[in-house]
């Protein structure tokens, strides 16, 4: 059995999801997971599929075929899903730089960003832009949670930082 990792990025059409599992399925593939979104009127998503080594060829052949989509196909392991993921939510004033600093940070503390959803949105009032940003996180056994902790406070006083109620030791 093979897995793969396909990042796909093109126009987003009615139907490209449908394209795309139609082929995976036609070539004896099995979509194991996803990231699919539509950003700025394109499409990207990565997949992780499986495939016997028999039709393996043929299914990376007929993915590179799609039309309009810029593919990357990686050799990757399966993994099995690491039960200490938490969640850490952000919220506050959009600004340059503010996944920059937390990803610094967390990597900082050997803590690893196992998906990340953010976006800006119009402040009601103020008409200015609120960032916000939903972290899963793997974090080892060996982390200092309360440093961590007071690390990501101390970032900004216009940041409101909130972590699952999991995210303590």
Request: glycine share 6%; no cysteine.
């Amino acid at each position: 059995m093979k897995h793969f990792v396909v990042t796909l990025m093109g126009p987003d059409r009615a139907g490209l999801v449908d394209q795309i599992s139609q082929t995976i399925f036609t070539y004896h593939g099995s979509w194991q997971a996803s990231r699919l979104s539509q950003l700025a009127g394109q499409f990207a998503g990565i997949i992780h599929l499986s495939v016997s080594d028999t039709h393996a060829d043929a299914l990376v052949h007929a993915l590179r075929e799609l039309d309009g989509l810029q593919l990357l196909i990686t050799d990757a392991k399966p993994v099995t899903p690491n039960p200490t993921t938490h969640t850490l939510s952000v919220t506050g004033n959009d600004r340059r730089g503010i996944v920059q600093t937390l990803s610094q940070l967390l990597a900082a503390h050997g803590i690893t960003i196992n998906k990340l959803n953010a976006q800006t949105q119009s402040a009601a009032n103020t008409g200015g832009q609120i960032f916000t940003a939903d972290f899963y996180l793997d974090i080892p056994p060996d982390a200092d949670i309360s440093m961590l902790h007071e690390a990501l406070e101390a970032l900004s006083d216009d940041l409101i930082v909130e972590f699952d109620s999991n995210f303590t030791q």
